[in-house]
């Protein structure tokens, strides 16, 4: 299995995952305790394998036990995908009224990387229902979302920096953070949610809308009862329940009896997966019977979703060693086989054991070998890597790119060993190597070499060549402009 490479679908994944941390990191400071509800949604990484998971919101407080759904928007407004013709994917599913939504800004800086706002905008499910009849439904989306609409709450949102100065019974006055005064006439179906004084983030504030308020940011802490909630008849309240016993350690007293007497009575799997999950999180040797339940799955997805929950166990030997023999064996799905070395390679220790799968001759293996790798690397493994280029042109091809693309290697034991290499073959593969690093990497030591002419000239040569204005992208726009007519 493969997934093509969609870098607009990658952007927007990442814009999402970029918003939640940023809500999580503001509730927290409020007095919250978040956790990730919904798997992965803290994060970009993409995977094909489709995993059928309870539909739940991306986050759950572990104090006051409300749900909140996490909304990135590249222009802000108060907006729900919504699907009226299916029950189970209207907005609200999952959510209870007392659950929340959090609306965040998230802009591009000069690098195109995405930027949150350091302003959420919560709101209360019961509220957004209260007003719903006089939000307004847009048009179809993509066959491939189901037919889901953008349900959209009216709203004022100010373009400007600047702070409130006066509140009137039809006006709002704002001064601008130029100095300059900026009125806005108050609508009649409007709520408005500022008090004087209050900051204005460009973009970012939702001033007021048909929704009757806003929710205040702090938390209740009112020691939600998440034991009672394992057994609820609601499969939603049940697995959010199990999922959050698991980062509650003090609870464990009354919590593991109770989960272990329900772990081998559990009919859906979905949440039995997660009894596991909490179980083993919770120190319960349990890891013999999920790898026979691993086993027994016949569902890619399923088998997929206990590979990502053997991820977040990764400091565990035990995780470890299952997930290192997925990785090796070659009659393994090959996504399987990705997502296991993914989970491995957060850890350096591991990367020796996964480094022969550089050169995996399944290529969605390697690249998942090759760049968690780089993501993760140490100096510890510069002279393993180094090891490699005198192996075959396919490991010795990986190693190169891994050991020129990667700033936290022993760059001097690189260069010691291409000034000692006597092997004209592999002396050359590691000039290549430098040459096509970072020039700054080896610069101040690039003096050992003066000697070696040929060597010195070849090096410089690559360096002088990176610094070419025509770059990968551009020469690739030429081709683009050569096939017009």
Request: some cysteine.
């Amino acid at each position: 299995m493969y997934l093509k490479a969609d870098w607009s679908f990658l952007e927007k994944i990442t814009m999402g995952a970029i918003g939640t941390q940023k809500i999580t990191e503001i509730l927290n400071s409020n007095g919250h305790n978040i956790i990730e509800l919904e798997r992965y949604s803290s994060s970009n990484k993409i995977w094909a394998t489709k995993i059928k998971r309870l539909r739940i919101p991306d986050l759950i407080c572990l104090n006051c036990g409300k749900r909140i759904e996490s909304r990135a928007k590249s222009k802000l407004g108060i907006i729900m995908s919504d699907s009226t013709s299916n029950v189970e994917r209207r907005w609200y599913v999952s959510l209870r009224d007392s659950d929340l939504v959090a609306f965040i800004k998230c802009t591009k800086d000069t690098k195109s990387n995405w930027i949150p706002s350091n302003t959420i905008n919560l709101f209360e499910i019961s509220q957004l229902k209260a007003s719903e009849a006089h939000s307004n439904l847009g048009e179809p989306k993509s066959l491939s979302e189901g037919a889901e609409r953008d349900r959209t709450w009216k709203s004022y949102i100010p373009s400007f920096d600047g702070q409130v100065t006066s509140i009137e019974e039809n006006k709002i006055k704002f001064q601008k953070v130029n100095g300059r005064n900026q009125t806005y006439t108050k609508k009649s179906d409007y709520n408005y949610y500022v008090n004087i004084d209050d900051s204005i983030e460009a973009g970012s504030v939702i001033v007021g809308s048909i929704v009757q308020s806003k929710h205040a940011l702090n938390c209740v802490h009112n020691n939600y009862d998440f034991i009672a909630d394992v057994s609820s008849e609601d499969i939603i309240t049940k697995y959010c329940a199990i999922k959050s016993l698991g980062y509650l350690p003090h609870l464990k007293t009354q919590s593991v009896p109770t989960l272990n007497s329900i772990l081998f009575s559990e009919e859906d799997i979905r949440v039995k997966i997660e009894l596991f999950s909490t179980l083993l999180r919770l120190g319960e040797n349990k890891w013999t019977e999920f790898k026979s339940f691993y086993a027994e799955q016949t569902e890619q997805s399923m088998k997929m979703e206990i590979i990502l929950i053997l991820g977040e166990l990764i400091e565990h030997d035990e995780a470890q060693e299952i997930l290192l023999e997925i990785a090796l064996d070659t009659t393994v799905n090959n996504e399987l086989r990705a997502c296991s070395i993914w989970n491995l390679g957060k850890l350096a220790k591991t990367h020796s054991k996964i480094l022969p799968l550089i050169a995996d001759e399944d290529e969605l293996v390697a690249i998942h070998t090759i760049a968690i790798i780089e993501k993760h690397l140490t100096k510890d493994i510069t002279s393993t890597l180094l090891e490699c280029i005198g192996e075959n042109n396919r490991i010795a091809t990986s190693a190169i790119r891994i050991l020129s693309n990667s700033n936290n290697l022993d760059d001097s034991l690189i260069l010691d060993t291409a000034i000692n290499e006597s092997d004209i073959v592999n002396k050359n593969k590691l000039l290549f190597t430098i040459g096509t690093s970072e020039k700054q990497r080896f610069e101040n030591d690039i003096s050992k070499i003066s000697g070696k002419i040929g060597a010195l000239d070849f090096i410089k040569l690559l360096w002088s060549y990176q610094a070419n204005w025509l770059s990968p992208d551009l020469l690739n726009k030429i081709e683009f402009t050569k096939l017009q007519n």
